[in-house]
């Protein structure tokens, strides 16, 4: 079934509509908001995009505040992940697993309503708000709209039956349009673009590994024998970043935002055990949920090696440079 036939066309449809004709209230904030998002269901590596846009903002002097919905936490409001001053401040059921990767890097806050999320951020010191997955929260104005694509959204079926959320002609709202380097240069010329969008490319890599708990410490041992853990939206992408360069005896894949408990660690422990692993390798996603249980894996004598994933413009990156930066700069007041 496509958006044609699909009766969730009709709900996307209607709820634009509104908006474009001015029938839904669009609050606009104080200071510049940049939203990244997609129009499908995970996976397109939003979260490091956004941490790419955030640390340029912080080398160019901006305080840049990271707001989402929060997806996944067990609470409701306004919650601070981070405050730019001590790091995580939240947990992953307070404010979701996403949302302390940025609240690790500065000002992170969660809230179902973006406007609310940017006044809080303000308050922190922020001169920029960057939406984590803000592509269809639209009652939030935006002074720059990024989407990403990769090759999964473009086969991609609409919700139920896959992972659109909106139809792909959506596109065209958005100010930069991103695509991951699986997309072929002919596929790209068939995208409904809007002519006044800067088409750019990025594409991800894996940054050097870290112990649990330990960020500015690289991971020892890196050449035993590991099981591989994720809970991620498309876990084949982190299995075959590593299995080249990790020695692999074991796959756990958990659903995305996946909540760890004793009861799952107990299990990844004994499956650890069975495949003759010495050590655990998992993403930072995973690990910002995993370090509650340092001490167990302690007690095992249990490394757990963090990969990191670093996103990298390859194709318009000055030019890409220079309108987030203009764009953030924009309302911004210098002492």
């Known amino acids: 079934m496509n958006f044609t036939l699909n009766p969730y066309k009709i ?14 209230s669009i609050y606009s904030a104080e200071i510049p908001v940049i939203s990244v998002g997609n129009v499908s269901a995970g996976g397109t590596g939003k979260t490091p995009f956004v941490r790419m846009i955030t640390a340029l903002c912080r080398e160019n002097n901006i305080i840049p505040a990271v707001i989402s919905r929060g997806y996944g936490r067990k609470t409701h409001g306004v919650v601070i992940a981070g405050n730019g001053l001590h790091g995580i401040i939240a947990s992953a059921d307070e404010a979701g697993d996403e949302l302390l990767l940025h609240a690790a890097d500065g000002i992170a806050v969660a809230a179902e309503k973006r406007i609310d999320g ?81 088409l750019i490319r990025y594409t991800t890599k894996i940054g050097a590994a870290y112990a649990l708990g330990q960020t ?24 075959s970043a590593i299995e080249n360069n990790f020695a692999i005896v074991g796959k756990i894949a958990m659903s995305d935002h996946v909540h760890f408990n004793g009861r799952i660690v107990k299990k990844i422990l004994d499956k650890l055990n069975k495949s003759g692993g010495k050590s655990i390798i998992t993403t930072e996603k995973d690990a910002v949920k995993l370090l509650q249980f340092k001490s167990v894996f302690d007690e095992a004598d249990i490394p757990v090696v963090v990969l990191p994933v670093q996103t990298i413009v390859t194709d318009g990156k000055d030019e890409f440079h220079d309108i987030v930066l203009s764009v953030a700069k924009a309302k911004y007041k210098y002492d």
């Open 216 to 239: 500015d410490r690289l991971a020892p041992n890196l050449t035993e024998k590991m099981l591989a853990l994720c809970g991620i939206a498309r876990p084949y992408r982190f299995f």
């Open 11 to 24: 709900a996307v449809q209607w709820r634009n509509r509104r908006f474009n004709t001015g029938k839904n």
């Open 118 to 198: 940017c006044r809080t951020a303000q308050k922190l010191g922020a001169t920029l708000c960057v939406l984590d997955d803000g592509f269809q929260h639209r009652q939030l104005r935006r002074d720059l709209d990024i989407v990403l694509l990769d090759t999964e959204t473009l086969n991609g079926r609409a919700i139920p039956f896959g992972v659109l959320r909106e139809p792909l002609a959506n596109i065209r709202r958005a100010h930069i349009v991103a695509l991951h380097d699986g997309i072929s240069p002919e596929r790209a010329k068939k995208l409904p673009l809007n002519p006044n969008s800067l």
